[in-house]
């Protein structure tokens, strides 16, 4: 029998929980350096739809000139999620129905990313993914017609994850080891 959603997002917890502070930055930096070199493959001056990371989530931007990209960061609002450019530097504290998270500032243009940089619990190796439960992302991706890539840190493939219909694949998956392309 497979583990539930909950089973595997309680794992995938439990492993970063045993991970040092040193390990999740050298994993971070090697992740970093290779969604770099990724991204830059594409068309120069596009958007890149970012999130800041939690606690226990890959620091994707540590090798990243986030001066030369332009970044647009999630303002989630009860039941949407809509992207505003943004730096780093700009974003703020924000919670929201019960979660707390970096949010853009108000004011700040509203953009549609052409590149979408997403967060998750697991990913499957064909691209499948399974969030934090919320469902803000995959909302967000139904309609989304950009590239979508996956981040996380290799110990978080597997080769089943428990998927509903809503699920929304990704394009790639992004690790510190490897760079999966679906088909």
């Not at 780093?88 to 707390?100: A, M």
């Not at 919320?134 to 597997?158: M, P, S, V």
Request: net charge negative; proline share 6%; with cysteine.
């Amino acid at each position: 029998m497979s583990p539930s959603k909950m089973e595997m997002r309680i794992h995938v917890k439990s492993m970063f929980s045993l991970m040092t502070k040193e390990t999740l930055l050298e994993k971070s930096e090697g992740l970093s350096a290779r969604l770099l070199e990724f991204v830059a493959g594409f068309q120069e001056g596009l958007t890149v739809g970012a999130y800041y990371p939690s606690k226990d989530e890959a620091l994707w931007f540590i090798n990243w000139d986030v001066n030369k990209v332009r970044l647009a960061f999630p303002r989630i609002g009860f039941d949407s999620m809509k992207f505003i450019l943004s730096s780093l530097d700009e974003l703020k504290e924000w919670s929201e129905g019960g979660i707390s998270f970096k949010a853009p500032p108000e004011g700040n243009p509203q953009v549609t990313p052409d590149v979408l940089l997403i967060p998750g619990r697991a990913f499957k190796v064909e691209g499948d993914r399974l969030g934090r439960g919320k469902g803000f992302f995959d909302k967000y991706l139904a309609d989304f017609k950009g590239t979508k890539i996956g981040i996380c840190f290799d110990f978080q493939i597997f080769e089943n994850i428990p998927l509903e219909p809503h699920d929304q694949p990704m394009d790639y998956v992004v690790t510190e080891k490897r760079i999966l392309k679906m088909e």
